[in-house]
């Protein structure tokens, strides 16, 4: 269950949030939270515990993802473009129909995640833990992200 001061805080919006964070060094736990199409824009989110969150489409353009565990969170039609989820616990959130275009989901733990129709154009993965069937996808549509999973097995040495 989420802190309720980390909620009260972020109801007050995100200027207040950001800068509550720059002064703070607690790690935020807003697990469970209902954020549903909450306007998150540019929120600094690192390391910030959303287990199961509800962030059914909120607006997290350009949000600091870095670190934070969205295990089981919902993320459906959210607005993720050019968030950074860096080293991130994505292990199976619910991306159906997300923008996700131009994120970076650098080393994240994507297995499980649930990624259909979302919009990935510019999407970085490297590094990223991907399950067969979604790299089996990617490889076919490497189109959709940059680095992609494709191009890194095509530069492996034949042998190798």
Not at 65 to 85: C, M, V
Not at 94 to 101: E, V
Request: proline share 2%; glycine share 8%; net charge negative.
């Amino acid at each position: 269950m989420a802190d309720d001061e980390h909620e009260a805080i972020l109801k007050q919006g995100v200027e207040a949030w950001n800068t509550w964070r720059g002064q703070s060094g607690a790690r935020p736990d807003l697990s469970e939270a209902c954020l549903e199409r909450a306007e998150l824009e540019g929120i600094d989110l690192h390391g910030t515990n959303l287990r199961g969150a509800r962030l059914f489409m909120a607006n997290l353009h350009g949000a600091n993802l870095r670190g934070a565990d969205l295990e089981e969170a919902d993320l459906q039609k959210a607005w993720l473009e050019s968030a950074d989820l860096e080293g991130a616990n994505l292990h199976r959130a619910d991306f159906q129909a997300a923008i996700l275009r131009n994120a970076n989901l650098r080393n994240t733990r994507l297995k499980g995640a649930y990624l259909r129709e979302a919009e990935m154009h510019g999407t970085q993965l490297e590094g990223a833990g991907l399950s067969l069937k979604q790299r089996l996808y990617f490889m076919r549509h490497p189109h959709l992200i940059r680095d992609s999973v494709a191009d890194r097995d095509s530069r492996k040495r034949p042998g190798a």
